[in-house]
């Protein structure tokens, strides 16, 4: 029997790449995202490349859809070998104007989103014997940026729940692995103008399949962003400070 993946975000910037990646590999595809239209598109366009894939009209921000997807996705294909949770939400964070609702809705799709998914995954992989589970966080969880201190503080979020989560699920069989992009180009990112280290979305979903496929447990990438923002972790609180007020605020992007 062909792996199951289900995705969310698929409709979409690197879940959609994947989804476009793992097509022709052998995969059934369960495809998740609030764009109905885009994801039907997608795909006719995956059982043309050979995959068995199905459409699941999904905003995670929502613990009722998302239990209805991943049903869904039982339902047709009977379990759950991977499951990459790729959607995501950006949004500059003004600190002259700081809006508490603004920042509920990024921790609604990149945290909570995520956290809904794990709710329903988890028994199901413990009930089969294990599986993976790959979350794209983002290089910007490595520290606070002036202007996406909010979308940052998810991301931050994100990479600490399943650096805290993955050692104690090892032993049910359960992977989990946290994929941090930097910069990567997608319909959402293309006003962004010139992104430093940027990849395309092809490329970077061509990257993480490999990596996933080796059993990697962290993906960062591309690697001078990620040595970069290493860097920028461990600079003392003065000099961070110093360097960050000269910077323009940094631009967040969609995952």
């Not at 995954?121 to 996406?148: E, H, K, N």
Request: with cysteine; aromatic share 6%; net charge positive.
């Amino acid at each position: 029997m062909n792996q199951v993946v289900f995705i969310t975000g698929a409709s979409s910037g690197i879940g959609y790449a994947l989804a476009k990646e793992l097509a022709p590999r052998g995969y059934a595809l369960a495809l998740a995202a609030r764009r109905t239209d885009l994801l039907d598109a997608l795909c006719k366009e995956a059982r043309r490349a050979g995959s068995d894939a199905i459409a699941l009209p999904c905003d995670v921000g929502n613990q009722a859809e998302v239990k209805q997807a991943i049903a869904d996705t039982v339902a047709r294909f009977g379990r759950i070998d991977l499951a990459i949770l790729s959607a995501g939400i950006g949004g500059p964070t003004n600190a002259a104007d700081f809006q508490a609702d603004k920042f509920q809705r990024l921790m609604q799709t990149n945290v909570l989103g995520v956290a809904f998914c794990l709710e329903e995954l988890l028994p199901l992989m413990r009930r089969q014997g294990g599986g993976t589970i790959a979350a794209i966080s983002s290089l910007a969880g490595d520290r606070g940026f002036p202007g996406s201190a909010g979308y940052c503080a998810t991301k931050a979020a994100l990479s600490t729940l399943f650096d805290g989560l993955r050692a104690e699920l090892k032993s049910a069989g359960i992977n989990l692995v946290t994929i941090e992009p930097g910069y990567v180009l997608t319909p959402m990112t293309e006003s962004f103008g010139k992104m430093p280290f940027m990849m395309q979305a092809d490329e970077a979903a061509r990257l993480i399949v490999r990596r996933l496929e080796r059993g990697d447990r962290v993906i960062r990438f591309p690697l001078a962003a990620s040595a970069f923002m290493k860097l920028m972790r461990i600079l003392p609180v003065s000099l961070f400070d110093r360097i960050a007020a000269k910077r323009r605020p940094i631009k967040t992007q969609t995952t």
